[in-house]
């Protein structure tokens, strides 16, 4: 689900939904980030994990809020009742539209609430570990191996794990034969790319934004075509780039240095506690920003950035009535899984060919993108999801290209 999905279905069990006898809210407020839980419920936790898996499983524990700016006011996000199981109102949750097809969002995302609540009331897991240490009759090789036996399984009673292989039956100083060899090399990967939830983790983590504007913010470089998510991944765009160079170049000490927003949340706080005049604040605030701003606007007149290196990008999408919408770094169908901006082709006669351009605008209705042909005799266009989207609308969109590229394609 992507975090503003989420957080409209959090709003949805948060209004209420109707479980058999009207609506009922089915979790606490969602717009918050404090983990502390109110005396009544650890009550209500207490008691429903003893009766349903007995006293050793119970452990009251309390956490502290990660961000710095949690808003401590509000309690954490749990179920309005613990022993509204998700299985129990099931049926509630998953909906089936006239088309047949079912949404089961609200039924996931309260199963997570409700088990994160309860878990985070248990004890933990008891492992028992066991090291064998193999020595060859030479004594110049070692090997080592270890193994985990879950022997409580405590809060994972919650979330079971597939049974993994157990430890070989052996003894010590058993002698053990040699079946084979398996030989491997391991290569270090890179690390991932930020999905839409682990940016919003790291956010969490450096304390920028507050789970209310999360979701917006992640819209707002969305929109501004800062950012493509593609299947779940986040690649910057030339133009976010490029904004995150300049802004670097002149805003590293202030509003880019990772700790602004939780500064700023403490100057808020002074202020509303009356530690701090709000004159003061906003004085020092501007007189630091203002020589900047004043300098920043004279660089953009004096060394403006060519607008076309931003605006117009040359995809990797080549047009063909013969062969619609073959990439042109692999020589293979351009497919939903290809990333927007690729490295050169394997075949260098697939360069020469005329390809797709990304071609953003900006209109009083806000930004917004589209693919034409380069060839200005071409008259293919498509939208932009056909390059740069996700998801089903992204496969319509390049069926859409190749389609049009079979009727209008001049090459
Ligand atoms: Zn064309």
Redesign the pocket.
């Known amino acids: 689900m992507s975090p503003s999905v989420t957080m409209s279905t959090a709003q949805q069990l948060f209004q209420g939904i109707n479980i058999g006898n009207g609506e009922e809210g089915l979790i606490t407020y969602m717009r918050t980030d404090s983990t502390a839980l109110s005396q009544d419920s650890l009550y209500e936790i207490r008691n429903f994990v003893k009766k349903s898996y007995g006293d050793n499983y119970h452990s009251e524990r309390k956490f502290k809020t990660i961000s710095a700016n949690a808003q401590e006011a509000h309690e954490a996000i749990r179920p309005t009742s613990i022993r509204r199981t998700p299985e129990s109102i099931k049926k509630y949750l998953i909906k089936t539209d006239k088309n047949g097809s079912t949404n089961d969002r609200q039924f996931r995302l309260y199963d997570l609430i409700w088990k994160r609540t309860v878990a985070s009331q248990m004890t933990e897991s008891q492992n028992k570990k066991t090291t064998i240490i193999t020595t060859s009759y030479d004594e110049k090789y070692k090997f080592k191996s270890d193994y985990d036996e879950l022997v409580f399984d405590g809060f994972k009673k919650l979330f079971p794990e597939k049974k993994v292989d157990g430890m070989p039956d052996v003894v010590q100083n058993e002698e053990i034969s040699f079946d084979f060899f398996n030989k491997e090399q391991k290569f270090t990967q890179h690390p991932p790319r930020y999905s839409e939830a682990s940016l919003i983790r790291t956010m969490e983590e450096l304390g920028v934004g507050r789970p209310s504007t999360y979701a917006s913010i992640l819209n707002t470089v969305k929109e501004k075509k800062y950012i493509w998510v593609i299947n779940r991944s986040i690649y910057l765009s030339p133009i976010g780039n490029a904004l995150v160079e300049e802004l670097n170049k002149h805003f590293a000490k202030s509003v880019m240095d990772y700790k602004f927003t939780e500064k700023m949340e403490n100057d808020l706080d002074l202020i509303s506690n009356g530690d701090l005049k709000r004159s003061e604040f906003v004085k020092t605030f501007w007189s630091n920003f203002e020589p900047i701003k004043n300098n920043y606007e004279k660089m953009a007149e004096e060394n403006p950035r060519n607008p076309s290196d931003y605006n117009f990008i040359r995809t990797n999408i080549i ?1 063909s009535s013969r062969t619609p919408c073959i990439n042109s770094e692999t020589g293979k169908d351009f497919e939903e899984n290809d990333p927007p901006l690729g490295k050169k082709s394997l075949n260098p006669s697939l360069e020469k060919l ?1 390809r797709m351009v990304w071609i953003r605008f900006r209109n009083n209705r806000g930004d917004g993108g589209f693919l034409a ?1 380069e ?1 200005r005799e ?1 008259k ?1 266009t498509a939208d932009e999801s056909a390059w740069a989207g996700f998801g089903r609308r992204r496969n319509r969109s390049i069926e859409a290209l190749k389609n049009s590229m079979k009727e209008k ?3």
């Open positions: 047009c005329p042909c060839d071409c293919v394609s001049i090459h």
